[in-house]
């Protein structure tokens, strides 16, 4: 599906999943874009099931093309409702599954005698029968019999006197009556939100940004689909954000609980003060502005700017896990980018009186002195460029120096370039802590991009982040938790979790009179097997 062709934002326009009648047929007028998957995600139902319906539908279909759409089958008839100019998503609403009870052992107190009786042993009986006679388990006779020995407990004897314990059931009825504490149950919130971010659409040639911002749209969409099928229930629009004005004026906006944007700065001032107005919930997801939560309660920014903070957090986390490594740092002259990372991580190193080393490119020879053969080897390059990463490792292959557990320590523009350097990175166990990542061999990035294949006909723009992930775990973590939260989300925003593809959420306060800041940090470890580690802070 082409660019030109996805009319899929307007100014007062989004769109409508319909709760379909399970009793009968429906009809579906096909829009652009629109495949046989993408459909069958929208109404709950398989592309088979489509298919059946429709005698002689194959995999290609065409735009306005209308098709029968199957009724799903064990859901309550609901009426169906055509979409209007103005749409919205409607996520159809479930029960929540109710805990199951667990089986308990109760367990006697020091009130209750542990003998409800005494028995006298007849011939031939064993503690298997008797247990069988007072309805008692051989285990529990062992228990209040400890004069029998495990090792024989087949060996009483006629005339031997046992202690018979009270059963479960006559325990559970001497336990003494404790007053229910009053469980509050939190009634599900629909969730109402927009998402206004820079999708181009008066550009005749969508540019880099407008491409990646659908992504970031169409992977809220993937996420809202499968919140659909949880139960979670809400409507979203989506708007331009070169039209924010005219937006901000939509009677709708004032009713919405959250809003996703904008990506210029102008904008997001202009979203903060219509939300802080409104008592709306403001999500930034690109910008790492310092100051984008001061003075402020309702803004949440998803992208921090690294400092020394963020940078000394990492470095202690790192310390701790390899408490006896020994750091070289390498000095390229030439390729100085990352000069402030090193200086911070030296002045870490010092402030814990943690040794380290330095090496000079151009002197690469000095450094098998440098090298421990009893401790982790760590190499810390001065820049973060695939030049400077392939010299260093073109050095390390000339001085042969497989005696030495060599290891590499660098940073997250590491990501953009590992694929191409996979087993240098194997080899050297390449570790880089960063706030975002997408692990290529984890299944659920497979299966993830095999959605939106299918869904819009092509992958994701080739970015990091990839920005459609960015969008799915954005409206996974606020709006599944703004659902089951409602009022208490701000307040428990600390506590909550959601599963992530690439960018982990962990909120906090920036300080007492400001907004909420995502500091989730990963440590990211390619390992010789081929396999890759990734630890959140």
């Known amino acids: 599906m082409g660019y030109k062709s996805m009319k899929i934002f307007s100014v007062v326009c989004a769109f409508l999943f319909i709760c379909m009648s399970a009793w009968g047929q429906s009809k579906h007028e096909i829009k652009a874009g629109e495949t046989l998957y993408s459909i069958s995600q929208t109404y709950g139902v398989s592309v088979q099931a489509i298919q059946a319906v429709n005698p002689g539908l194959g995999e290609t279909i065409m735009t306005g093309q209308t098709i029968n759409i199957p009724a799903k089958s064990g859901v309550t008839a609901k009426s169906t409702q055509e979409p209007t100019q103005q749409q919205h998503i409607i996520i159809r609403s479930t029960d929540l599954n109710q805990n199951m009870p667990v089986a308990q052992t109760v367990q006697a107190s020091a009130d209750i005698p542990p003998c409800k009786q005494t028995y006298e042993v007849k011939k031939k009986e064993t503690l298997y029968s008797i247990a069988q006679q007072f309805e008692v388990t051989v285990e529990e006779i062992l228990a209040v019999n400890p004069s029998i020995q495990p090792d024989k407990k087949d060996k009483i004897k006629k005339g031997q006197v046992l202690c018979i314990p009270y059963t479960q059931a006559e325990l559970a009825a001497m336990q003494p009556v404790e007053e229910e504490e009053e469980v509050i149950i939190k009634e599900p919130v629909p969730v109402n939100f927009a998402v206004i971010m820079p999708f181009g659409l008066s550009q005749q040639k969508k540019t880099r940004e407008a491409i990646t911002m659908i992504d970031f749209y169409e992977g809220v969409m993937m996420a809202v689909a499968e919140m659909k099928r949880d139960g979670v229930s809400g409507k979203v629009y989506a708007y331009d954000e070169e039209q924010i004005d005219s937006v901000l004026a939509l009677p709708q906006m004032k009713t919405v609980n959250l809003i996703i944007g904008a990506k210029e700065a102008d904008n997001i001032n202009k979203l903060k003060a219509f939300t802080e107005k409104n008592n709306i919930s403001l999500v930034v ?244 097997d081929g396999t890759i580690s990734v630890k959140q802070l």
């Open 285 to 528: 997801p690109l910008s790492s502005s310092t100051t984008l939560v001061n003075n402020t309660h309702n803004v949440y920014q998803v992208n921090q700017k690294m400092g020394s903070d963020i940078y000394n957090r990492a470095f202690a986390s790192f310390s701790a896990m390899h408490p006896n490594a020994n750091y070289v740092f390498v000095n390229i002259e030439e390729q100085m980018d990352k000069a402030d990372y090193t200086v911070l991580l030296k002045n870490f190193l010092n402030s814990e009186e943690i040794s380290y080393s330095n090496c000079d490119f151009s002197d690469m020879s000095n450094l098998i002195e440098l090298l421990s053969k009893n401790k982790e080897n760590y190499i810390i390059p001065s820049s973060s460029t695939k030049t400077a990463f392939d010299r260093l490792v073109k050095k390390l292959e000339e001085l042969e120096l497989d005696a030495f557990k060599l290891n590499l320590f660098g940073y997250p523009d590491w990501q953009a370039f590992a694929d191409k350097s996979i087993d240098a990175f194997k080899k050297y166990q390449c570790t880089f802590f960063t706030s975002f990542y997408n692990n290529p061999n984890d299944t659920e990035t497979h299966a993830f991009n095999l959605r939106f294949r299918n869904s819009f006909g092509r992958d994701q723009y080739n970015t990091y982040p990839r920005y459609g992930m960015l969008g799915y775990d954005i409206a996974n973590f606020f709006v599944r938790n703004m659902y089951v939260e409602g009022e208490d989300f701000a307040a428990n925003i600390e506590n909550l979790t959601s599963e992530s593809l690439q960018n982990p959420m962990h909120f906090t306060h920036k300080n007492s009179w400001s907004g909420f800041i995502n500091n989730a940090m990963m440590f990211v470890k390619y390992n010789p």
